[in-house]
């Protein structure tokens, strides 16, 4: 794994971009994993950045959302396809067709898991998969105690994770219960990991997820079993890792 510390949200975002820019610049029609939630907003502005700038061209890439709610309507601003919608594909001009979301509003939602698990691979899996980091250490919406093999499913969100997010609905009360959410075997399939994270809120889950033992209960641990996971926060987060030194000092020893 490697481990990048900058100094502040923005440069975690400018560097989660330069790595996902080079994905696409060699494959434009490259498989992305999109994360939801205010971790990846920097990512996904300064990509928008690079759109005007450098003419980075994101009309054939595919995307697939990491997960979404089950019981709210599509159209509703908190939920996972609007968001994505709002923050990844208009800014970044993605074709909406391309870009799919788990069908939190099926009827048969184990069938709806499998046909994600399906359209993952029907479009030759996912090249990069960009990750956020919750505070108690879920990816996705894989919770404490999720399986580290776990594919597309449902799953019932814990109370912590609800009241985190209880920010983006009008009361706690009107934040669902379940959701549908690749798993944490799904996620390891990606060819690619970037995981990003800012603030000090997020610092016990990550040295957890980075220097802890391999455990369900730090879902986010899981990308110790992958072989291209990269790790980018900010001081804050980064402030209870014990090996910081080391990760400087592979920054300043690129081989
Ligand atoms: C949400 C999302 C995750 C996200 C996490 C952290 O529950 N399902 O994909 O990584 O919470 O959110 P934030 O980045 O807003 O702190």
């Given at each position: 794994?490697?481990?990048?510390i900058?100094?502040?949200?923005k440069a975690?975002?400018?560097?989660?971009?330069?790595?996902?820019?080079t994905?696409?610049?060699?494959?434009?029609?490259?498989?992305?994993?999109?994360?939801?939630g205010?971790?990846?907003?920097?990512?996904?502005?300064?990509?928008?950045?690079?759109v005007?700038a450098?003419?980075?061209?994101?009309?054939?890439v595919?995307g697939?959302?990491?997960?979404?709610?089950?019981?709210?309507?599509?159209?509703?601003?908190?939920?996972?396809?609007e968001?994505?919608?709002?923050?990844?594909?208009?800014?970044?001009?993605?074709?909406?067709?391309?870009?799919?979301?788990?069908?939190?509003?099926?009827?048969?939602?184990d069938?709806?898991?499998r046909?994600y698990?399906e359209?993952?691979?029907?479009?030759?899996?996912?090249?990069?998969q960009?990750?956020?980091?919750?505070?108690?250490?879920?990816?996705?919406?894989n919770?404490?105690?999720?399986?580290l093999?776990s594919?597309?499913?449902i799953?019932?969100l814990?109370?912590?994770?609800?009241?985190?997010?209880?920010?983006?609905?009008d009361?706690?009360?009107?934040v669902?219960?379940h959701?549908?959410?690749?798993?944490l075997?799904t996620?390891?399939?990606s060819?690619?990991?970037?995981?990003?994270?800012?603030?000090s809120?997020?610092?016990?889950?990550?040295?957890?997820?980075?220097?802890?033992?391999?455990?369900?209960?730090?879902?986010?641990?899981?990308?110790?079993?992958?072989?291209?996971?990269?790790?980018?926060?900010?001081?804050?987060?980064?402030?209870?890792?014990?090996?910081?030194q080391?990760?400087?000092?592979?920054?300043?020893?690129l081989?």
């Amino acid at each position: 794994m490697k481990v990048v510390i900058v100094e502040n949200p923005k440069a975690v975002g400018a560097a989660a971009a330069q790595i996902i820019a080079t994905v696409v610049l060699a494959k434009p029609r490259a498989v992305l994993g999109f994360a939801t939630g205010s971790s990846p907003g920097a990512t996904y502005r300064s990509l928008a950045t690079m759109v005007q700038a450098v003419h980075l061209d994101f009309s054939e890439v595919r995307g697939f959302a990491l997960d979404e709610y089950v019981g709210i309507p599509r159209g509703h601003p908190a939920s996972y396809a609007e968001v994505i919608r709002r923050e990844i594909v208009e800014p970044l001009g993605l074709t909406p067709a391309n870009v799919s979301v788990p069908d939190g509003q099926a009827q048969d939602l184990d069938q709806a898991g499998r046909d994600y698990e399906e359209a993952i691979i029907e479009a030759g899996g996912i090249d990069i998969q960009i990750l956020g980091i919750g505070a108690n250490g879920h990816i996705g919406f894989n919770e404490p105690t999720s399986s580290l093999t776990s594919l597309t499913r449902i799953k019932t969100l814990t109370e912590s994770t609800r009241r985190d997010n209880a920010r983006f609905f009008d009361h706690l009360s009107a934040v669902p219960v379940h959701c549908l959410t690749q798993g944490l075997g799904t996620i390891l399939r990606s060819h690619e990991l970037v995981l990003v994270a800012h603030g000090s809120h997020k610092a016990v889950a990550l040295a957890a997820a980075v220097e802890g033992p391999l455990t369900s209960m730090v879902p986010a641990s899981v990308i110790q079993l992958h072989s291209r996971a990269t790790v980018i926060v900010d001081e804050e987060a980064a402030s209870l890792l014990t090996l910081t030194q080391y990760y400087r000092f592979v920054a300043s020893h690129l081989p």
